[in-house]
């Protein structure tokens, strides 16, 4: 098997890195080769951490970076929540005195990029907003809520094989139960050729 960009593991990085390759081929080019894109993986789509992941989509960050990233991954959830067993139900998180500067920060911060969010400060008026949610609430010592209205949760397993599902759409192909065993370089460099693996070499 001859392949442009090979890819090892189907997990969340590879089949996302899979998917969004072919698809910049196939803009590129109007058609990708059945080999082009090829992921492998020694047992199955999402079988690693991908697919036990918490599954909890939120932006609730302190780096400004990581938040510009994470509204941008919202916005590839909720693109195709069916596809990816997403439910956009928010995300609340619920704090002490203790975290209110730093949930200030965030919501500030998040406002600054576009994201909607609200925040609520003191006890009452956080017991009063928890109380219109679920009518029995009974907490004590809240006395600050970030309330994301974008966000909430996917089933792990089903949304990896949800991406690759898209980057096989894209026309990646990929192919399971094969184990990379070793690597090939050029006689002269640390450039690799070919991968060996349980079914061949690639």
Known sequence: VKSKYLIIGAGI???S????????LKNKHGDIKEDDVLVVDKTAV????????????????????MRELMAHSVEIWESDPKTFAYDSVGFMAISPESMKKDMQSVYQQQKAIGYESDFIEGEKQCSDYMKKI???WQA??????LHEKRGGYSKSKIAIQGVAKKAQSAGAKIITGVEITGFKKESNSNAIT???????II
């Open 140 to 145: 004590k010592g809240i006395t600050n809520i």
């Open 134 to 136: 679920f009518s029995d």
């Open 194 to 200: 070919s991968v060996e693996t349980s079914k061949g």
């Open 17 to 24: 890195t899979a998917w969004h390759l072919a698809e910049k």
């Open 13 to 15: 990085h590879g089949l």
């Open 46 to 65: 999402a079988a690693g951490a991908s697919g036990t992941a918490c599954g909890v989509v939120r932006n609730n960050y302190f780096q400004p970076a």
